[in-house]
């Protein structure tokens, strides 16, 4: 079965970066887009990006343009998205997905 | 950016009682490939988002059929026929024709 495997929940320093990874199983990892999601307590979902896992091609919400970085390892399956220079605001829950699955989200907190 | 308005924002209702959710977009959703990405999740309580409907009126695999979703252009609905208790949470329309892809705000499906 499919299944979309996030990291552990992380906490960071105010100015930091980190790597969040999304492992695919299942189905051919190169069929499709991985897309990752925000989600903010309590509030609803807003679209970061997507990248093509077999080209490596990106496609960016503006909004996170100089927030996120998306990467793929497709020697392990992995999809990585890399949250830099964090503040408060990006204090939320982080969803990777494919068009019919998703992960189980991985929470970020942002304290220092 | 496209906007989706959904209503109500919330939505109380009795076991078996039949509801539907509208969502309104701020332009057409037909893509210029012929699609229209209009899809529907539901996210239940801690947990993450599943995917019900896809393309419109598509039901995803594993969904029961009492969930079905119309519409075209720029109003959309969802409509469970017999709501059940596994089905409260929230539930969100969410455009993938126009980039930044978008959510709507949300729709909370309460036991009355």
């Known amino acids: 079965q499919v299944n979309l495997l996030q990291s552990g929940a992380a906490l960071v320093k105010p100015g930091a970066s980190v790597k969040l990874s999304c492992k695919a199983s299942g189905y051919t990892f190169t069929d499709y887009y991985i897309h990752w999601v925000k989600q903010s307590h309590g509030k609803s979902l807003e679209w970061i990006g997507y990248i093509n896992p077999n080209s490596g091609y990106t496609n960016y919400n503006e909004k996170f343009k100089s927030k996120a970085t998306l990467t793929v390892d497709k020697s392990t399956n992995t999809a990585y998205m890399e949250l830099s220079r964090l503040t408060s605001e990006d204090s939320a829950t982080y969803y990777c997905?494919?068009?019919?699955?998703w992960g189980q989200g991985v929470m970020v907190t942002v304290s220092s | 950016d496209v906007v989706l308005t959904q209503t109500p924002p919330t939505l109380s209702a009795t076991i078996g009682q039949s509801v539907s959710i509208s969502c309104r977009s701020s332009?057409?959703?037909?893509?210029?490939?012929?699609?229209?990405?209009l899809h529907w999740l539901l996210q239940r309580p801690g947990q993450s988002p599943q995917l019900l409907i896809y393309?419109?009126?598509r039901l995803e695999s594993g969904v029961p059929n009492r969930f079905s979703g119309s519409g075209s252009g720029t109003d959309f609905t969802l409509k469970i026929s017999g709501v059940e208790a596994e089905d409260l949470g929230v539930y969100y329309c969410v455009q993938g024709t126009h980039a930044p892809y978008t959510f709507g705000a949300g729709t909370k499906l309460e036991l009355k």
């Open positions: 997905q494919q068009p019919h699955y």
């Open positions: 393309l419109v009126s």
């Open positions: 332009q057409s959703l037909l893509h210029s490939n012929g699609n229209t990405y």
